[in-house]
């Protein structure tokens, strides 16, 4: 069983900054992040794939990196600047034998149980 922990969520004041990690008990080409804020759809924030080759989605670009430490099958979330508008909570997934990315969440397998980021103004 794939199992992934997400920790390092918190509560920030807008302009701060959180790191996220996301352990997972497996290897995978692709891994990413998503959020989740109250009354709204799920949103991909960032992938990265067995290249490092990252994507990362508009609202975030700039202020927030992904990347990976591949001998420790952990992924991470650096974000910056953040906004009260980033409160959600966030969850790394990973799609283990997709060599590149799937453009759709629902082909990431395996999910988080989820941190929670909030960001006060």
């Known amino acids: 069983q794939v199992q992934l922990m997400e920790s390092g969520g918190g509560s920030v004041q807008a302009g701060g900054s959180l790191r996220l990690s996301c352990a997972v008990s497996?290897?995978?080409?692709?891994m990413g992040w998503f959020r989740q804020a109250p009354g709204k759809e799920r949103e991909g924030i960032a992938t990265?794939?067995?290249?490092?080759?990252?994507t990362i989605t508009d609202s975030v670009r700039g202020r927030f990196t992904i990347s990976k430490d591949n001998a420790k099958n952990t992924l991470y979330l650096q974000m910056n600047s953040l906004k009260p508008e980033d409160t959600a909570t966030y969850y790394c997934?990973?799609?283990?034998?997709?060599?590149?990315?799937?453009?759709?969440?629902?082909?990431?397998?395996?999910w988080g149980q989820g941190t929670q980021v909030t960001v006060s103004s």
């Open positions: 497996t290897a995978s080409y692709c």
């Open positions: 997934a990973i799609a283990r034998f997709w060599y590149r990315c799937p453009g759709e969440a629902t082909h990431f397998g395996d």
């Open positions: 990265i794939d067995s290249r490092s080759i990252t």
